[in-house]
């Protein structure tokens, strides 16, 4: 059957695009939160110069204004202004109605996983980079944007990963929409996605697919399906690509047997035929071997097997910007070859400086924060299970077993990792039950396609070491009524 006619200007192809994600649920709005202000302007100098001068504070709470919430709760559009006094009214420079009347709503939405953006010495050492230099040299950092705290940091940052060096980026997608095809370069080469890999390796692999590399994608975390697809290649050299903690689903990618095949393989061929590339996004500072925050490449004791490293500094280091951890050969070909890193400007000071002070920080309180971090897995994962299980008994009268608990509805209780993923189907429904969490003070994201496949929209968990444990048993518990009750309609399901 034909579709509908082209569109003859783009007048009408905008209004058709905006109908569209409308009858599909699909359409996006700017949600404006104001995070706490942790000092007045007046408190600035002190607070920069003592560090007990400044407080430590939740980056998991905000202040939403009532028509911010109101739009919010009814799904309306917003293009981000939803905050801002009404043109009517005499306000201040600066000020919003969310100072006033706002709602506090707690954030199980950030990738803050151990709360470092809003840390002290976080803030200090970002204050006092702005202070200093401003932004820093505004160019290319082949030009002369690069300076010794982007040398520091890339030090620090091959110390955390075991590698012999790194090298910046402006984020953590500009890195694999610069590094693939900057490698995977013409068609003697072929990669192997995994299947629910995140966007910017999917679209880093189709820049690659442009130079003639063929790109395969591998069933999530199946690799016998990998091993038999690398064998069946006639690709002279392979790239392996996967996330080592899945942003969608929580689970980690099995990369003690991915590394197994690369050894298998390569001494099979007699030649390093196979390079493994890993984005370990979600999981630098999360976990790691021995109480360090490497990874999980460090977590499954396979650092050293590991050719590429992707990571970024926007989730739990509490900063912004991307990276790459690879050997010096590795980082000379990038160089001069990553079209992203080589066109971008370089990471201003202030972004520099935080994210070095929180790998200082990480030395020194890290694992007490990855150990409060998984306190709070194991809380939400046992209090959600108790409210499944209390409900089950209050309809039923009958008692659950842990197995009973694990298979009803498909509800797995695995504690393994910060990210939480209630499947819930449909994206009205999705929606339906993020509204109905914001109602009792939670922010918990409908997450919809294009972000998953049609049909297994979602409610998103992100734990984080910054959440108050009673805040934590009581989301648990709003979730663990949705999953059990009528709210969001009986396929729900929750990976935990």
Known sequence: MAGPPA????DEWRARRLASF??????????PVEPENLMMAEEMGTAVSAPSATPEASPMEVRVAPDTLARWLANDQDLGHSHEPPSTSIASPGTSRSSSSSTRVRLFSSNDYLGMSTHSAVRIAAARAALAHGSGPRSSALVCGYTPGHSKLERALASLKGTEECILFSSGYAANCGV???????????????ALNHASIVDGCALAKRKGTRVTLYPHGDTSALSRLVRESRAKRIMVITDSLFS????????????????????RCGRARVMVMVDEAHATLVCGDGGNGGGAASMFGVSDEIDVSIGTMSKAIGSHGGFVACSGAMKRVLASSARSAIFSTSLPAPVIAAASAALHLDRSVGQEARTKLYARIDAFAVACAGRIRARHVAITCGQMTDDAVNEWRGVFVTRKSPVVSVVVGSESVALRASAELLRRGFHVPAIRPPTV??????????????????DVRE????VGDLVSGDAVGSAATAKL
């Open 7 to 10: 569109a003859r200007c783009w």
């Open 22 to 31: 409308e009858e599909r649920a699909l359409a996006r709005s700017f949600r």
């Open 180 to 194: 693939i095809p900057a490698l995977c370069d013409d068609a003697t080469c072929e990669i192997f996605s995994d």
């Open 248 to 267: 969608m689903d929580g689970d980690f990618a099995p990369l003690i047997e991915i590394t197994s095949m690369k050894r298998e393989e390569n001494a």
């Open 453 to 470: 496949p049609a049909n297994t929209c979602r409610l998103r968990v992100a734990l984080s070491a910054s959440h108050g444990l009673e």
């Open 475 to 478: 989301l648990a518990g709003a």
